[in-house]
Each structure stands twice: as C-alpha cells, then as structure tokens.
C-alpha cells in the first residue's frame, strides 16, 4: 500500500491534458471556446458554475438555463503534449493556439459566446 506522501508525490507529477475546448449547444448551434491547463478540470468547473448559475457568460448561461444541460455538449479541439515545459511556459502556448482557434471557428455573435479581445501589439 502507498503512503499517503508517495501518494501526493504521483498526484503533483501526473501530466495533464492542456489545450484548446469547446462548448456547443446543441439546439441553435452556437459555441464557446477556451482553453485550460487542465482540460478534464475545467468541464466539471464549467459545468458546476452553469448549474449553479454563476458562470461569467452571460449568454452562455442564459442558454444554459433555457435549453438545459443535456443541449450541450464538450469536447477537445487542440491538445499539447506535456514533453518539456516551453519558454514562458504552457499557458502562454495554450492561449496562442486558443488565439488561433478563435481566428478559425470565429464563435462571436450568432455563431458563439465568445467576445473579441483587442490586443495591443508590442
């Protein structure tokens, strides 16, 4: 049997799955893109935050709430391989490919929830 530090030592060494996820809502079509350094984590945390009322989508959860959870559905777009650590690290690779996916689909107005972000260039 493990010790419970030989235990937490697996659980901070484990990989996991980061990338690029997707939200669409079965009924009229629209979808929200994010990204997550956890991709299994961050489905049950949207899902809990939709169920509980609180997510910060407005749209998202209006919908949510019209058409219920079994209209929705998740699923993995990118995902990057936890090999060796990027410079600046996985979120800033996460977020540019998220970036690029959002240039892609364009889930903005009647196609999506998400916003548009202006960046500026430096």
């Not at 209006?62 to 391989?81: A, H, M, R, V």
Request: aromatic share 10%; charged share 35%; net charge neutral.
């Amino acid at each position: 049997m493990k010790t419970r530090k030989e235990m937490k030592e697996e659980y901070r060494q484990r990989k996991y799955r980061m990338g690029v996820f997707r939200i669409t809502n079965l009924a009229n079509g629209k979808i929200f893109i994010g990204s997550s350094i956890d991709l299994i984590a961050i489905w049950h945390a949207q899902k809990l935050q939709l169920n509980a009322g609180i997510h910060p989508n407005e749209q998202l959860q209006s919908d949510w709430k019209q058409f219920g959870p079994e209209n929705f559905k998740y699923d993995i777009l990118e995902e990057i391989t936890q090999e060796d650590e990027p410079a600046g690290g996985f979120e800033r690779e996460i977020k540019a490919m998220e970036d690029l996916v959002n240039e892609e689909l364009q889930p903005y107005n009647e196609k999506g929830y998400n916003r548009r972000h202006h960046r500026e260039k430096l």
